[in-house]
C-alpha cells in the first residue's frame, strides 16, 4: 500500500468521524442514560415494595389482636387502595376473607376482591381471586357470573376445585346433567382423598335429581300425550 493511500483513507475516515461524531456521543449518552435510568428505577421499585411489606406486615400484627376492628379493617382497605404493588393484592384478599368470616359481609367481599383482580397480572394470584370470587358470587345467587368467573381460571391444576364449584351451581339452577358433568371432571382430576369422598356424595346427589328430572319429563310427556288423545278423541265426528 503506497503512502498516498494510507493518507486517503486517514483523510476519509477524519472526515467521517467529523460528520458522524455527534452521532456516537449521542448514542453513549443514551445509552449511559438507560442504564443508570433503569438501575434508579430497579432500586425504587425494591425500596417500593420494602416499604409496603413492613406496612402490610405491620397492619396483619394489629388484626391478630381483634379481626372485627373496624379502624384496623380499614386502614387495611385503604393500604389495598393507595398501593400498587403485590401487598395490596394480598391485603384486598385479607380483608375480603375478614369480611366473609367475621363480617359476614359477602357484597363487601365480592368487590375486593374484584379490584385486587386488577392489580396483579401472576396467573397463580388470579387463580387463587377467581376461584374465592365466584364461591361468593355463588352464596350470592349470581350463578352465571360465578361461571364466567370460574371460566377465567384455565390453568389444569385447579380443576378440582373450578369444577366441584360448577357442579354447585349446576345442582343449585336444576343443572343435573351438567352437574353431574362437572363432578366426574373433577374426580377425574385427582382430588385429596376428603374433598374425593365429598364430590362423590354430591355426585350422587346430582344422580338421583337427574334420574327424578328425567323421570318427571317423561311423566309430562305421557301426561301431554294422553291429553292430547283425549282433545283429538272428542274432536271427531260422532257417527
Avoid at 392489580?119 to 387463580?127: F, G, N, R, Y
Wanted: aromatic letters at 10%; hydrophobic letters at 40%.
Amino acid at each position: 500500500m503506497s503512502h498516498s493511500d494510507s493518507e486517503d483513507q486517514f483523510l476519509a475516515m477524519r472526515e467521517f468521524f467529523t460528520k458522524t461524531w455527534k452521532i456516537f456521543i449521542a448514542v453513549i449518552v443514551i445509552g449511559l442514560l438507560a442504564f443508570w435510568g433503569w438501575r434508579y428505577w430497579q432500586s425504587y421499585q425494591v425500596e417500593k415494595i420494602t416499604v409496603a411489606s413492613d406496612q402490610y406486615e405491620q397492619l396483619l400484627s394489629k388484626l391478630a389482636a381483634d379481626n372485627s376492628a373496624t379502624t384496623e379493617i380499614d386502614e387495611l382497605i385503604a393500604f389495598a387502595k393507595n398501593t400498587d404493588t403485590i401487598y395490596s393484592v394480598f391485603a384486598s384478599l385479607k380483608a375480603a376473607q375478614i369480611y366473609v368470616q367475621d363480617l359476614k359481609d359477602y357484597a363487601g367481599a365480592e368487590t375486593l376482591l374484584t379490584d385486587a383482580s386488577k392489580k396483579t397480572d401472576s396467573e397463580p394470584v388470579l387463580a387463587i381471586i377467581n376461584i374465592r370470587l365466584a364461591r361468593l358470587q355463588y352464596q350470592l345467587g349470581k350463578y352465571d357470573e360465578s361461571l364466567k368467573t370460574l371460566d377465567k381460571v384455565t390453568n389444569e391444576n385447579w380443576s378440582v376445585i373450578v369444577n366441584d364449584i360448577r357442579g354447585d351451581i349446576f345442582v343449585k339452577t336444576e343443572h343435573y346433567q351438567q352437574a353431574c358433568n362437572a363432578y366426574n371432571v373433577a374426580l377425574s382430576s385427582k382430588p385429596t382423598a376428603d374433598l374425593e369422598k365429598s364430590i362423590k356424595l354430591k355426585l350422587n346427589r346430582a344422580e338421583y335429581l337427574l334420574a327424578e328430572q328425567d323421570a318427571l319429563a317423561k311423566q309430562q310427556v305421557a301426561q301431554e300425550a294422553k291429553s292430547n288423545q283425549a282433545v283429538t278423541s272428542e274432536q271427531k265426528p260422532q257417527p
